[in-house]
């Protein structure tokens, strides 16, 4: 494994930074299509307003123990670091592995989705659509191919532009009064099974919506400032997302009433339709565009920290660690960006995503329960930041991490069983690899 000057990743990002790959990384059209499929399935509005809510203090409360994690341990790669630090080698090649797979789905996901968006502007280009997304790919290998700054700026400008797109659309719901805001039913069968059903749905599609919170770990070897900057844009960042998801649901409910966004596919596009006319379609489709591309470049840094990282630690080939002039990761880009255009290509993923919260909420439970076992293994490892009210915050967060577990099994047992076959396939794989590394 070499660690030789050549292959250390340059010290260039900063706080700006980490805000926009937090938001870049989290806000998706997930938030434009979401709230019509929660709202069938809750279909009370102080209820769908909790789960927002709920969802948005969850990854609070992760953000506050990643603040320590990250900047006890600010490697490459994230998550895996501090599981395999508490927990042994084949609990951080697991983990390191699931946050990879998770991570590299979405880029492909995104070029197909903008190139979908683009035919929706320009319909003579619709015969194109995979001709598209494959440029779309490319283009983004390149920028990123020449330099970290590069990426950066790309991150900071297009996070600037979804956040003041989302902000103008909120403000336009608020300020539209062509619909009286319907009376809310209360709604006193919470605990039948329909419903409680429904309800872990949701937080599951809402958990997946949060997905990126954490992005800014990822950076935290490149990060000029990790001590300051990482609990500084974990908590800001987090809190900007929550306020933009739980303003856009109330300013959506303010136009239509929940039960007409229950029947929607796109909730996003029939409230435009209501404020902007016709042309309302075509304002949520250029708002989709800028979420997209600011969280595609996000998307693009991601899996190639991921790969960096678990290459430095024998876990993929010793030529993952190679770094160019600009400060990338070549040959983890270049590995991951294969990957994206293989999904490209055969473009049936949307089961792989389907379990992408499901895989998320493991990585981040075993991430909090290495934060209590590094505590009282490593009481004196150098720790910049430590957690809120620790141990309770941290044990709050395992418990919801292990209760949102138990609920998407019960809703979604087909995942559980993909994510039980990787799990049993991953043993052997992990003693080949050691026996290689050994040698």
């Given amino acids: 494994m070499s660690d030789s000057t050549k292959n250390q990743l340059k010290k260039s990002l900063g706080l700006s930074f980490n805000i926009a790959v937090l938001i870049g990384g989290t806000i998706g059209v997930g938030i434009l299509r979401t709230p019509g499929t929660i709202a069938e399935m809750l279909n009370n509005y102080w209820l769908i307003i909790a789960s927002w809510l709920f969802g948005g203090f969850y990854v609070l409360l992760g953000a506050n123990s990643y603040a320590e994690l990250?900047?006890?341990?600010?490697?490459?790669?994230?998550?895996?670091?501090?599981?395999?630090r508490a927990f042994g080698e084949y609990a951080g090649f697991l983990s390191g592995w699931f946050d990879?797979?998770?991570?590299?789905?979405?880029?492909?996901?995104?070029?197909?989705v903008i190139s979908e968006y683009l035919i929706i502007l320009f319909p003579a280009l619709a015969s194109y659509s995979t001709v598209i997304a494959i440029s779309l790919l490319t283009a983004f290998v390149l920028i990123h191919l020449s330099g970290v700054k590069n990426g950066s700026v790309i991150q900071q400008i297009t996070s600037l532009l979804k956040?003041?797109?989302f902000v103008a659309l909120v403000v336009a719901c608020f300020m539209y009064s062509g619909v009286e805001v319907p009376a809310?039913?209360?709604?006193?069968?919470?605990?039948q099974i329909g419903l409680l059903f429904g309800f872990f749905k949701s937080l599951q599609l809402i958990i997946g919506t949060y997905n990126g919170w954490n992005s800014v770990c990822f950076f935290a070897e490149e990060n000029d400032d990790p001590s300051k900057n990482i609990p500084k844009s974990l908590y800001s960042g987090v809190l900007l997302v929550?306020?933009?998801?739980?303003?856009?649901?109330?300013a959506f409910f303010h136009v239509l009433p929940v039960e007409t966004l229950a029947k929607s596919n796109l909730a996003a596009a029939d409230v435009a339709k209501i404020l902007f006319g016709e042309n309302g379609a075509v304002i949520v489709t250029v708002i989709s565009i800028f979420s997209l591309i600011s969280i595609l470049n996000a998307f693009m840094m991601i899996p190639p920290r991921i790969l960096y990282g678990l290459s430095r630690d024998g876990f993929f080939i010793e030529k993952g660690t190679q770094i160019n002039k600009g400060g990338t990761p070549i040959v983890a880009l270049l590995v991951s960006s294969f990957v994206s255009l293989f999904l490209i290509c055969i473009g049936s993923f949307e089961v792989l995503f389907s379990f992408a919260a499901f895989i998320s909420i493991i990585v981040w439970g075993l991430a909090y329960f290495s934060l209590l076992k590094l505590r009282t293994s490593e009481p004196n490892l150098p720790r910049p930041y430590r957690s809120y009210w620790y141990p309770w915050?941290?044990?709050?967060?395992?418990i919801a991490s292990i209760a949102l577990l138990a609920g998407f099994i019960y809703s979604d047992p087909k995942s559980f069983i993909i994510i039980v076959g990787i799990t049993a396939v991953s043993y052997p794989l992990?003693?080949?690899?050691?026996?290689?590394?050994?040698?």
């Fill in 70 to 84: 990250a900047t006890m341990l600010p490697k490459a790669g994230g998550s895996y670091n501090y599981i395999k």
């Fill in 100 to 112: 990879y797979i998770t991570n590299v789905i979405p880029p492909a996901f995104y070029c197909i």
């Fill in 163 to 165: 956040v003041i797109c």
């Fill in 184 to 191: 809310i039913q209360t709604d006193n069968s919470f605990f």
């Fill in 242 to 250: 929550m306020s933009i998801y739980v303003l856009v649901n109330a």
């Fill in 393 to 398: 915050s941290t044990i709050i967060a395992i």
């Fill in 430 to 439: 992990f003693l080949v690899l050691r026996k290689k590394n050994k040698k």
